[in-house]
């Protein structure tokens, strides 16, 4: 991850203090002190990031001739994590200050320090370590400990089996595992990818920035099949674009993007190239996407663990192959925190009043439409309300609110994003209209009740 560039501490804790507050995310285990930085997505922090899955799973699955999806175990047969290289080297470098005993990974300490990226370099961040200019953040001291390499992997066991078992660190692992049942049974036609949406668990040094560094997050994932002999730059690019367009369907703005190419010394020997898509976060920019050309490495690692041929026959070509991959990588609560970052707006309205309201994409808001009847103490307004709220439910994800005046109503609205609120006043028991307000214009429209499914239809899409 590359090293923040901008703080905006202050925006970060309205996003952590607010998400709390209107039930997006909560800290984990809460009544117990917390734990592990951990943390909930409440009632509309869920239904935002189902939003988020259901987008992401309609674009490049449901909507793609050349995607199919799959859906993993967590916990797969640990021969699958020693072929894939996780089990000898997927760590990171820790190291502990020998003064206050606080603990740090070693590379964003030297990477914050002197900006330059020794991930993966013990022997370069020990030396970084050893010169006294690097300060511990928590007491200034300059006495560490050796760096050390500490595998990710949570470990666990199995009833049944005698050797340890792991926690998936990411979900690529059954895409591989699944290469062959899914060429076996579909009728895929490369170049095809494998998309799959999960959890996946990593024991970090340090967890830490709200939801974007998590011990168990989820991930957006697809393994993308080529042909050796393709061409392959065009399609990678194509690839890094959608990932872009997808941050900005979140509400990321284009210039709150960036590409960071890893250099040719710090890639893998399989990988032809990677590229993260980092995003600005209140924090400074950090890793939101990621795209890696792995080769055969994969297909072909797995097939020798595993005794089973992994290739394809191209009926096209009339060829025998292990297919190239491309790697694109989604994380999904870092899409969480692009979306509420992105949406959150303070307007200040004059006189001192300030109007909070998240401009979430329509399609990620966790409330589409918030049905009022005007006064709660009057049978037939809340009658004719409760009527078109059952109608409007069917379809979208509706909440209906009698309680206080409806400027506040309008205002809890605002706050949790629901682009459309729906007044239901005396004139509607007359002309069979409504008063429809406009979450980011605050305009206000009359609409025919039998209007409103149409009316609806086209701006909910
Ligand atoms: P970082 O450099 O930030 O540790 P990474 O390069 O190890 O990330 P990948 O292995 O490429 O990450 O994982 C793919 C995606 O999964 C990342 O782009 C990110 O969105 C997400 N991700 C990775 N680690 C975490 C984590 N600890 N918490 C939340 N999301 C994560």
């Not at 060429?183 to 494998?194: A, E």
């Not at 959608?242 to 890893?262: I, N, T, V, W, Y």
């Not at 590229?275 to 020798?304: C, M, N, Q, S």
């Not at 004139?427 to 429209?445: G, H």
Request: negative net charge.
């Amino acid at each position: 991850m590359a090293s923040a560039k901008q703080n905006n501490n202050e925006l970060m804790e309205k996003i952590v203090s607010f998400s709390k507050r209107r039930g997006f995310v909560f800290p984990g285990s809460e009544i117990y002190g917390g734990f592990a930085n951990s943390y909930s997505y409440g009632p509309y922090g869920s239904e935002l990031k189902t939003n988020i899955k259901n987008l992401w799973w309609k674009n490049f699955v449901r909507s793609r001739e050349d995607m199919v999806g799959i859906d993993g175990p967590i916990m797969l047969n640990p021969r699958l994590w020693a072929a894939s290289g996780h089990t000898s080297g997927f760590n990171d470098a820790m190291v502990d200050c020998k003064e206050c005993k606080k603990r740090f990974r070693a590379d964003h300490l030297v990477e914050a320090a002197t900006g330059k990226d020794l991930e993966g370099d013990l022997a370069k961040l020990n030396e970084a370590l050893k010169d006294g200019k690097i300060k511990c953040p928590n007491c200034g001291k300059s006495n560490w400990t050796d760096a050390r390499n500490l595998n990710l992997m949570f470990k666990t066991q199995m009833n049944g089996i005698d050797e340890d078992v792991y926690l998936r660190p990411e979900t690529a692992g059954a895409i591989f595992a699944d290469f062959k049942a899914v060429t076996d049974s579909m009728r895929v036609k490369i170049p095809f990818g494998i998309a799959q949406i999960g959890k996946a668990f990593r024991n970090e040094i340090i967890a830490g920035n709200f939801i974007f560094r998590l011990r168990e997050f989820e991930q957006m994932e697809i393994e993308y099949f080529i042909d050796p002999e393709m061409k392959w730059e065009g399609k990678f690019e194509e690839w890094l674009e959608l990932q872009e367009k997808f941050a900005m369907a979140l509400g990321a703005p284009k210039d709150s993007l960036r590409r960071h190419e890893h250099p040719k010394e710090k890639l893998s020997h399989y990988s032809r190239k990677t590229v993260d898509i980092e995003y600005l976060f209140p924090f400074g920019w950090g890793e939101l996407y990621g795209l890696a050309h792995r080769g055969d490495f994969d297909l072909t690692k797995h097939a020798e663990f595993s005794g089973t041929k992994l290739d394809y026959f191209d009926q096209v070509t009339n060829r025998r192959f292990v297919p190239h991959v491309l790697e694109p990588t989604f994380g999904l609560d870092r899409s969480i925190l692009v979306a509420l970052s992105a949406a959150y707006h303070e307007e200040d309205l004059g006189e001192g009043d300030i109007r909070t309201v998240m401009k979430f994409p329509v399609a990620l808001a966790p409330v589409k439409i918030a049905v009022f009847p005007l006064l709660k103490n009057k049978p037939q307004l809340v009658d004719k309300a409760k009527e078109i709220f059952s109608v409007l439910q069917k379809e979208y994800t509706c909440e209906f609110d009698d309680n206080g005046n409806v400027g506040k109503r309008y205002r809890r609205q605002d706050e949790i994003g629901t682009p459309y609120c729906l007044t239901i006043d005396f004139d509607t028991l007359e002309d069979e209209s409504v008063t429809v307000r406009d979450r980011d214009t605050m305009e206000q429209q009359r609409i025919k009740i039998s209007d409103l499914k149409d009316y609806f239809k086209e701006k909910l899409v």
